[in-house]
């Protein structure tokens, strides 16, 4: 099978979707992946927690490797571990906030705490599924997955982001966590290798810094390219890695000027606490704006109005990037 | 059924199942057992005396007879998956441990100290012999499901075997297991357990009712059987039946037992004795009582 570049526009699949979902690594980056991967490595398996959309080539030429779990969370995660336990590396496809949020305690317990190389691929986070309402938003799980010791926490801008983040972290030999944001827009061209740790500078710019994770990346780049028109340079940084952060981007940009975070989640626990708890500890002062989810109940609605309604857009983001200048 | 690997070349120093234990050797262990919980306390200062007691015959039975293991090599990837659900009663594995030489016995005179290897709850990145942490109640069935799931995929014919408080039965996430088990059709899987009737707030089913036990297992598709979990005859007869690994039915042991079991002191105040500390007197007396029945 032969990875196709991603048209410009294209997200991922539609998990809800009636239609069978393409097999390609760019709509289908973790079906397509782990099916890949099982091909070769009699170790890969996926567990599903009633989220098998998108595996079914995996199905299809591995069915044993594919293990249905059904509508159990915390029982999947502690599966997973067994299963790690016996040589195997198991990827868990959940769903939103029933991944991190809800089996938080299995996750830290039966995972972190013991080091296994569980892959847990936190799917449709953020306001993917917003209007589904409140319940199925993932917008805490940042806040909680970073907390957890040991824990390699990552965030794919974008589908091709999805691959490369699944490859420059397979040899980790502790458990990782992916945050995927299904209706991202296209930032990278091809999947790349992630420097562990390290964020992705996607465009250069001298007036201020935005830092951005997940889908906000590309909502920041096109902010960016707004802020271009008005003559104002907006570099744009791609935090790839939420854990181990990369702590000298942080201070490279908060000493060359101001630094506005971007995000799908609350204001707490996220990419905006992140850089602010490094610049507290490394004592560097600079104008920080922050850009997330209120801290209140929040509404239901798809994905595009949320994002209008909490100023997730480029547009908010290009007036809040003008407000710290 | 697809062929399994199996482990048909006995290494020196393997422990293989059904090793010989008499009834009179396996009630004498489930005595040393608790004299060396007592002893391991004592150097603590606190520690869970009641439901260790309560699950001494049962340990003795798996641990020298059941379990099929190598101590010099704890990661051996055929070896019988042993996970204590009720981590609290860690205590009464260590002494045993030791005795299989899966670490030196000097170690048991760190537990409880902060960073030791061995404590109230089993670490598996510390301890050898230990197939996965525990402390968490509800957890440890799920992982069971994980690590047989895990064999049948390897076609490994290693047994894992889960032992649980009834109280830890209250835990939402052990009947995702219990579904999870019989729906994949783990006849590799082993849960026993412990019903000795309390939890550490009170008797379990004040609490929150769990019975009837044995219909609830049925009733998720397991093979259930209902022993004292204290009858050493009881213990050995269906620890030799568990099925064949390869067999489609997960199976359940409730093993009714008195929490507190083997000490008059414990016998009638377990709760008490939940989380403690004897004295040196209380100590002494004990010692004696349970030896005296040894001889």
């Known amino acids: 099978m032969t990875e196709t570049q991603s048209p410009p526009d294209e997200k991922m699949v539609d998990v809800f979707s009636d239609q069978q979902p393409p097999v390609d690594a760019a709509r289908n980056p973790i079906g397509w992946e782990l099916a890949r991967l099982a091909d070769t490595d009699p170790r890969i398996v996926a567990l599903s927690a009633d989220l098998s959309s998108g595996l079914q080539l995996l199905r299809e030429r591995h069915p044993q490797r594919y293990v249905e779990l059904g509508i159990a969370e915390t029982n999947a995660v502690s599966v997973a571990a067994g299963l790690a336990t016996t040589g195997l590396l198991p990827y868990i496809m959940s769903m939103g906030p029933f991944g991190a949020i809800k089996c938080a305690e299995q996750l830290r317990t039966d995972v972190g705490y013991t080091g296994l190389p569980v892959r847990f691929m936190g799917r449709l986070s953020g306001l993917a599924m917003g209007f589904f309402g409140p319940s199925h938003q993932a917008i805490e799980d940042i806040a909680i997955a970073r907390a957890i010791a040991d824990l390699t926490v990552v965030s794919a801008a974008d589908s091709a982001a999805t691959l490369g983040l699944m490859r420059s972290t397979f040899d980790l030999p502790g458990p990782v966590f992916f945050r995927v944001t299904e209706h991202a827009g296209k930032v990278y061209d091809a999947p790349q290798q992630f420097e562990f740790g390290k964020w992705v500078r996607v465009r250069d710019g001298a007036d201020l810094t935005i830092i951005a994770t997940g889908a906000a990346v590309g909502v920041s780049v096109s902010a960016a390219e707004l802020l271009a028109e008005a003559g104002i340079q907006a570099a744009v940084l791609d935090a790839v890695y939420l854990k181990p952060v990369d702590e000298e981007a942080v201070v490279d940009a908060a000493t060359a000027g101001p630094v506005l975070t971007v995000e799908e989640h609350m204001p707490i626990g996220g990419v905006g606490s992140i850089v602010a708890e490094i610049l507290g500890g490394r004592g560097i002062v600079t104008r920080l704006g922050r850009v997330a989810i209120s801290d209140e109940a929040i509404e239901a609605g798809v994905p595009e109005e949320l994002l209008e309604y909490y100023g997730l857009t480029p547009a908010a983001v290009a007036r809040r990037a003008r407000d710290l200048l | ?295």
């Open chain 2, 1 to 295: 059924m697809t062929s399994t690997q199996s482990a048909t070349v006995v290494v020196p120093g393997e422990l293989e199942r059904g090793r010989p234990l008499s009834v009179d050797e396996l009630r004498w262990r489930g005595d040393w057992i608790r004299i060396r919980v007592i002893e391991l306390i004592a150097s603590a200062g606190l520690g869970h005396y009641s439901s260790s007691f309560s699950c001494a015959e049962l340990f003795a039975g798996l641990y020298y007879r059941a379990l099929r293991l190598r101590p010099s090599e704890p990661d051996w990837a055929d070896r019988d998956r042993f996970l204590l659900g009720k981590g609290h009663s860690a205590t009464a594995l260590w002494p045993i441990l030791a005795d299989l030489d899966f670490f030196p016995a000097a170690w048991l005179d760190d537990f409880g100290k902060v960073a030791a290897k061995i404590n109230d709850h089993p670490n598996m990145k510390v301890a050898p012999g230990i197939d996965f942490s525990s402390g968490a109640l509800g957890h440890n069935l799920s992982v069971g499901v994980g690590m047989a799931i895990g064999a049948r995929i390897q076609r490994r014919d290693f047994r894992t075997v889960v032992v649980t408080g009834d109280g830890e039965l209250q835990e939402g996430q052990v009947w995702e297991a219990i579904m999870a088990g019989s729906h994949y059709h783990l006849g590799n899987l082993v849960a026993i357990v412990d019903a000795n009737g309390f939890s550490g707030g009170g008797a379990t089913s004040a609490a929150m009712n769990i019975e009837p036990l044995a219909d609830r297992f049925t009733a998720f598709g397991w093979s259930v059987v209902e022993i004292d979990g204290h009858d050493p005859q009881a213990v050995l007869d269906t620890f030799d039946a568990f099925p064949d690994p390869a067999s489609d039915k997960p199976t359940c042991v409730i093993a009714r037992t008195v929490k507190g079991k083997g000490l008059r002191m414990t016998e009638q105040a377990p709760q008490a004795w939940h989380l403690g500390h004897m004295t040196d007197e209380q100590q002494t007396d004990a010692v004696r009582e349970i030896k005296a029945r040894m001889a």
